[in-house]
């Protein structure tokens, strides 16, 4: 039987007094009421640790970085105390054969660390995927221990309590799925067949990641909205929630992004702010423990936790174009033209049925 | 063929109830409001004299208040809607005027011959209450029409994620365009379609109105159509009861 999260707590050394603000800091970042820090508590105090295993697929490790930078709790605290890691290709002291040989023998076919992981917690374990899928040739775009990663992404997800997708490329496919997608490269949501919760971003914001695992951790699949995305973090534009709102509503917009208006910090909606259609946290928790997010630097929000967003248009362009052979062109063009086009047409239909029909009087039926 | 020594002997059809012609003028001023402050939304400026950042919220015309606008004409275009729908059963030809009867042999046939006469190489075509071109154009652009309002209403009501409209409409919405930009996207563009449609409506119905003078134009505001005695529109069907279209026909 493993351990309660308390008692593994006290083992740490940690005292009670530090456990119940632990139990109150995590309450606020789930997303919950103050009224539901009992609750928490008696998670804490009940619930075993919960094991996790973490996958890397075809990605930059973003994710991680962004993770282990959790300002609150600390990853480090979260690793240790709240889940128990058990299996992670990029934290570990060891690495390669050293880790994967840990057990007797390795992946492909034999058993390693990971089966051994997988043998002990079977049924119990959250699995969360960073990063894409790539089918294309066989899955060969990404081996991981001699193996395809498409394969572990299956074959894990069938022993595995919930799924998790951490990062845009594990959500949507990434980066490497923009057009013409090479690899091949597919979301994990396409190849399993269970809940999934889906925590799209690139990255994602630390305390985003932290915020679902606790979730899942003590009372299990938090509240998704209709594409799987945990709505206490995922239930807001960012444009909703954006502290430059008021000049947007004012009409107050940055024209060019070294213009005045830019230096005054009006509204990024004209040089392409994705905030208006993108589903995330950063207008309200921020970055790095809320000291900044991009909009607030002054660049315009170019939505990375929303689906496909590397095939949307010139980030700096508020709407893409509509694609004619071998240009594309702002919608609002093509409706002018194509106006003017019909105005014309008409007004020669107008003059040739004036002369063809001239003459014709009322009572000539 | 309408020939030319028939003399004037007409009889009339009341085709729309007032309550269908004043939907049509309300949808009409509705997407009007809609179709332009809908670009002001896609490509905003600012409307007034800027003193100090915080004067023009609320004072000038700006975003705020041209999205207000927009959504309130977005009600009454919906409720029109509705309201229109309501109308399909409270009159026959309320519902059927607006099918496109691709299964009748007269819809293939006028279709041709519409566009023979629009074409000016016929210089008149077989009597029809509403032909099936325009039948045809009406069906798509109240489609049209509805997908504005579905996708409007979506992206209106994810600002609250827990509100009737984003329960509604907005989740799976979203879920099915797969990110709220594409919904802006199609939203624009069926704007400028609906817009070019609007366009040649009005043409269309001045040119029937003076060429083929069948009281086109008035139709929407008196709810009447005549059509010369001896020549009976083909889709009389769809507005009389059978007796009535046989007796205009002289067949009893
Ligand atoms: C937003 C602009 C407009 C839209 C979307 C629109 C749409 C429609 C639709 C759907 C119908 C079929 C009515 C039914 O049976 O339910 C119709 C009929 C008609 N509209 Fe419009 N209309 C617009 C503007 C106008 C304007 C500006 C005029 C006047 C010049 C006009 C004149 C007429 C006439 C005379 C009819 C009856 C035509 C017939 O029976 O074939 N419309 N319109
Ligand atoms: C024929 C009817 C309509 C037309 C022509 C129209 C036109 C437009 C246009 C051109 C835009 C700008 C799109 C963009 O570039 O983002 C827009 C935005 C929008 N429209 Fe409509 N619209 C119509 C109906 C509606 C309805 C019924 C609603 C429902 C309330 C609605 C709600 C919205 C919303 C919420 C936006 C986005 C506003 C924003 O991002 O601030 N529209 N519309
Ligand atoms: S989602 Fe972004 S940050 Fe995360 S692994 Fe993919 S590319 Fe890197
Ligand atoms: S900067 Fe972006 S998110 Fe903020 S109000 Fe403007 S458009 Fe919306």
């Not at chain 1, 991981?144 to 299956?154: C, H, N, S």
């Not at chain 1, 995330?280 to 939505?303: D, E, H, K, T, V």
């Not at chain 1, 509509?322 to 239909?349: C, F, Q, R, S, Y």
């Not at chain 2, 159509?225 to 529109?233: M, R, S």
Request: a neutral charge.
């Amino acid at each position: 039987m493993g351990k309660t999260y308390w008692e593994a707590f006290k083992e740490a050394g940690i005292s009670r007094r530090e456990f119940l603000k632990f139990a109150t800091y995590i309450t606020g970042l789930m997303g919950l009421a103050p009224s539901m820090v009992p609750k928490v508590v008696e998670a804490l105090e009940t619930k075993e640790r919960i094991p996790v295993i973490w996958l890397h697929g075809l990605e930059c490790t973003g994710c991680t970085e962004s993770f282990i930078r959790s300002n609150a709790p600390y990853a480090s605290d979260l690793l240790l105390n709240v889940i128990t890691l058990e299996y992670d290709e990029t934290l570990p002291a060891a690495a390669g054969i050293l880790y994967e040989e840990n057990g007797k023998m390795v992946r492909s076919g034999l058993v390693g660390h990971l089966d051994k992981v997988v043998e002990e917690y079977k049924g119990k374990y959250i699995l969360v995927y960073e990063g894409g899928v790539p089918l294309g040739n066989d899955g060969r775009y990404c081996i991981v221990a001699g193996r395809p990663y498409k394969e572990d992404v299956i074959e894990l997800a069938k022993h595995a309590a919930v799924l998790m997708s951490v990062g845009t490329c594990a959500s949507w496919g990434g980066i490497q799925a923009a057009r013409p997608n090479p690899t091949h490269s597919v979301p994990v949501s396409d190849l399993v067949n269970k809940p999934l919760i889906k925590v799209p971003g690139c990255p994602p914001i630390p305390e985003v990641i932290t915020g679902t695992i606790l979730h899942l951790a003590l009372f299990g699949m938090p509240p998704l909205d209709d594409q799987g995305r945990p709505k206490q973090f995922f239930g807001n534009r960012i444009h909703d929630t954006c502290y430059r709102r008021p000049f947007f509503n004012a009409g107050q917009f940055v024209e060019k992004p070294d213009d005045d208006a830019a230096k005054k910090g009006w509204c990024l909606y004209k040089i392409g702010c994705r905030g208006p259609t993108t589903y995330a946290s950063c207008g309200n928790l921020r970055w790095f423990g809320g000291i900044s997010y991009p909009i607030q630097s002054g660049a315009p929000c170019i939505g990375c936790a929303d689906k496909n967003f590397w095939d949307k248009g010139p980030f700096f362009q508020r709407e893409k174009g509509i694609v004619l052979p071998n240009v594309e062109v702002d919608a609002d063009k093509v409706g002018v033209a194509a106006a003017a086009v019909t105005a014309g047409a008409l007004a020669v239909h107008a003059i040739a049925a004036g002369i063809r029909h001239a003459g014709e009087k009322d009572d000539e039926h | 063929m309408i020939p030319n020594v028939v003399k004037k002997s007409f009889y009339r059809f009341y085709l729309f109830q007032p309550g269908l012609r004043i939907w049509h003028w309300v949808q009409f001023l509705a997407i009007f409001v809609l179709f332009f402050t809908g670009l002001y939304i896609g490509n905003p400026f600012f409307i007034g004299s800027i003193l100090d950042p915080t004067d023009a919220y609320g004072k000038a015309l700006c975003m705020d208040l041209i999205r207000l606008i927009h959504f309130a004409a977005g009600y009454v275009l919906l409720f029109g809607f509705i309201y229109r729908l309501f109308l399909m059963v409270t009159k026959k030809s309320h519902f059927w005027l607006l099918i496109p009867k691709f299964w009748k042999g007269w819809f293939w046939k006028g279709i041709f011959d519409v566009l023979l006469f629009y074409t000016f190489i016929k210089k008149s075509h077989i009597p029809l209450v509403r032909n099936p071109l325009a039948r045809t154009a009406y069906f798509f652009v109240m489609l049209l029409i509805l997908f504005e309002i579905w996708t409007g209403f979506a992206m209106y009501g994810l600002s609250n994620p827990d509100g009737f409209w984003a329960k509604f409409l907005g989740n799976w919405t979203l879920a099915l365009f797969g990110s709220e930009y594409e919904l802006h996207f199609w939203h624009h563009v069926v704007a400028w379609i609906i817009a070019l449609f609007v366009m040649v409506h009005v043409y269309m119905v001045f040119f029937n109105d003076f060429i083929a003078k069948e009281g086109e134009l008035s139709s929407m505001t008196s709810g009447v159509k005549f059509f010369p005695e001896g020549h009976l529109p083909y889709d009389c069907d769809d507005v009389a009861s059978k007796e009535e279209c046989k007796r205009l026909k002289g067949e009893t």
